[in-house]
């Protein structure tokens, strides 16, 4: 299994969050990616946090709009994605599934009854990393959305595999399959 970070990941992140389907724009390769991943056998999920919901800066109405959109490019790819996680807090709700907590990525293993030891998580955010970690997942870092940053003022991320985008990743991934 390979879960992924949504914003950043699949498609570019905004400091004023992704508000609404107008404002979502892949990063180019991502749904190819995700398509090959799918045809080589691997189920695919994605774990977001998304408080711009309990910001009020969109509703889950939205949130439903803009991945119903990912999921019909993919359709039209002949392929989809397994599961959408995402969690709807800010961060003073204190939550478990809010990264870097590793709440959905536990409830995504528990889903799918999976072992995340043998699972990879790719994220563009020191809050990815610490997700995978703290739940004995693989961490991946693309360098689209902040992974770049990240680079360059997390010294806690130096072990990481560093990828220049999920293209890259699965690229990777797939010749050592």
């Not at 536990?106 to 790719?122: Q, W």
Request: net charge neutral.
């Amino acid at each position: 299994m390979v879960i992924l970070d949504r914003d950043g990941v699949i498609n570019r992140d905004s400091a004023d969050y992704i508000k609404s389907v107008d404002e979502w724009e892949l990063i180019p390769g991502s749904l190819e990616a995700i398509n090959r991943l799918k045809k080589a056998g691997y189920l695919v999920t994605i774990a977001s946090n998304q408080s711009g919901i309990a910001r009020g800066l969109f509703s889950e109405d939205g949130l439903k709009a803009i991945h119903d959109k990912l999921e019909s490019q993919l359709a039209m790819r002949g392929t989809g994605i397994d599961g959408i996680y995402y969690c709807p807090h800010s961060p003073r709700d204190n939550c478990i599934c809010r990264k870097p907590k590793p709440g959905l990525l536990l409830k995504i293993a528990k889903h799918f009854n999976i072992n995340l030891a043998e699972t990879t998580f790719v994220g563009d955010n020191i809050s990815d990393i610490k997700a995978a970690e703290m739940c004995g997942a693989k961490p991946a870092l693309v360098r689209t959305g902040k992974g770049e940053y990240v680079m360059q003022h997390y010294p806690e991320a130096v072990n990481v595999p560093v990828y220049d985008d999920l293209a890259h990743f699965v690229r990777d991934t797939l010749k050592r399959k």
